[in-house]
């Protein structure tokens, strides 16, 4: 007889004690396997919604900065940048800068197409008396087209340049003044044509009229000269406004810059806080995924090692049973021959058989208990949690464990003394 007729011979003949252990292993690795499942399917899932809270976060934070750029056009500028020696009680008495700097200074800025600052808008303001309309104060307010930054693609500007020999009125003058757009009107001995008449806006902006930065150079005598630049602080330097100013100061060493507390600031404030709210719940995510995933790790921990030696002792405790039924047939095959070593890997080839037999049940089984305990039933998800090495690490250790748990009742069986065994029978 060879020894794979043997083995089939003994398992047929002892089904219930092969079934015994066959359960043993199979409960064995598909625990083992069932709780590596889930780890998996864990760790899938972690992807997924991290992948999908950072889509949506994303997607947020994209329309944020859409409308931001938005709300930066009607809002206005957030910048002022002044001439350093301009003493701020006196700036904010007067409502102007007395003090210049060279209108040469924003092509400096541009030309060094930095990041923190963008839509440089250089003007020139003063009170002035309007000779032609009584001697009635007025803010005269010289300004020009945004000064375009090289290398970077044009923007809209924020606000529209006046032409030369055009004038634009604010609200108070040109309700006092009863003028309508397209109205002509002698300014200091200069004849413009009213362009546009703003609305109400509650501020000095209602007693400003608005020329082009050549001409009110020229009016005020101060030719080359501004006394002001608006900008708009770029998102991308965030809330910081040292940074804003360290960059600038980099460039223009006599220069001051201010922050204006409007509503274009308040609102990057808002959305900055959104970001920072966005990104904390990201990170409790994380968090909450990553103590999920070791609580599942801890029950892992103790249980499978408790289900494999509970298998490995049940292994072992069945196939010593089996020895001491049947030491007649070792007993008689020893008599025919047989030699220790082939007793020992006959019942080694079984336990390995039933090991093998074991793993694939085991996985099968634990790989959709694990599953189905994930709700991840679906053939593409599945396809991702089947993962071949721990198929294999199942097919090579549970024969393995059970030709340990076998080893020492092989042994046993063949360190029989044929004699004795036949001569008490």
């Given at each position: 007889m060879n020894l794979l007729h043997l083995v089939t011979q003994e398992i047929l003949h002892r089904k219930v004690t092969f079934l015994l252990g066959l359960s043993?292993?199979?409960?064995?690795?598909?625990?083992?396997?069932?709780?590596?499942?889930?780890?998996?399917?864990?760790?899938?899932?972690?992807?997924?919604?991290?992948?999908?809270?950072?889509?949506?976060?994303?997607?947020?934070?994209?329309?944020?900065?859409?409308?931001?750029?938005?709300?930066?056009?009607?809002?206005?500028?957030?910048?002022?940048?002044l001439p350093k020696g301009q003493k701020l009680d006196n700036f904010y008495d007067a409502g102007y800068a007395s003090k210049t700097m060279p209108e040469a200074y924003v092509k400096r800025l541009a030309d060094l197409n930095m990041i923190t600052i963008r839509h440089l808008l250089p003007s020139l303001e003063q009170k002035i008396s309007w000779p032609e309309q009584g001697g009635r104060t007025i803010v005269l307010m010289g300004i020009r087209g945004e000064m375009p930054y090289l290398h970077r693609d044009e923007t809209e500007p924020m606000l529209l340049p006046v032409s030369p020999g055009e004038i634009v009125l604010g609200f108070e003058l040109r309700k006092s003044l009863g003028i309508s757009v397209g109205d002509k009107l002698s300014l200091k001995g200069k004849r413009f044509t009213v362009s546009i008449c703003n609305p109400q806006r509650g501020t000095k902006d209602d007693i400003t009229a608005w020329i082009d930065?050549?001409?009110?150079?020229?009016?005020?005598?101060?030719?080359?000269?501004?006394?002001?630049?608006?900008?708009?602080k770029c998102q991308c330097a965030g809330n910081d406004i040292a940074t804003v100013r360290a960059d600038v100061s980099r460039i223009l060493t006599d220069v001051q810059v201010i922050e204006l507390e409007n509503n274009v600031v308040v609102r990057a404030k808002a959305r900055n806080q959104a970001k920072t709210t966005a990104d904390s719940t990201l990170s409790a995510e994380r968090s909450y995924r990553a103590a999920l995933r070791s609580q599942y790790e801890r029950f892992a921990a103790w249980l499978a090692p408790l289900i494999i030696l509970g298998a490995a002792a049940l292994i072992g405790l069945l196939m010593l049973a089996n020895v001491r039924e049947r030491r007649?047939?070792?007993?008689?095959?020893?008599?025919?021959?047989?030699?220790?070593?082939?007793?020992?890997?006959?019942?080694?080839?079984?336990?390995?058989?039933?090991?093998?037999?074991?793993?694939?049940?085991?996985?099968?089984?634990?790989?959709?208990?694990?599953?189905?305990?994930?709700?991840?039933?679906?053939?593409?998800?599945?396809?991702?949690?089947?993962?071949?090495?721990?198929?294999?690490?199942t097919l090579l250790a549970s024969p393995l464990l059970a030709a340990i748990a076998s080893w020492v009742p092989s042994l046993m069986a063949a360190r029989e003394d044929p004699a004795n065994i036949l001569g008490r029978e």
């Open positions: 043993a292993v199979a409960v064995a690795s598909g625990v083992l396997v069932a709780e590596m499942t889930l780890l998996r399917a864990h760790d899938l899932q972690t992807r997924r919604i991290l992948a999908e809270k950072e889509a949506r976060i994303a997607g947020d934070m994209r329309r944020m900065e859409d409308e931001y750029r938005k709300i930066m056009k009607e809002l206005g500028y957030n910048l002022l940048i930065l050549g001409t009110a150079q020229q009016m005020l005598g101060k030719p080359g000269l501004i006394n002001a630049m608006l900008a708009l007649e047939e070792i007993g008689i095959l020893r008599a025919v021959g047989y030699t220790s070593r082939q007793i020992v890997t006959i019942f080694l080839s079984k336990a390995i058989l039933l090991g093998l037999a074991g793993a694939v049940i085991g996985f099968i089984c634990g790989f959709f208990v694990g599953a189905v305990s994930a709700e991840a039933m679906n053939p593409a998800t599945l396809a991702a949690l089947f993962d071949p090495r721990l198929f294999l690490l």
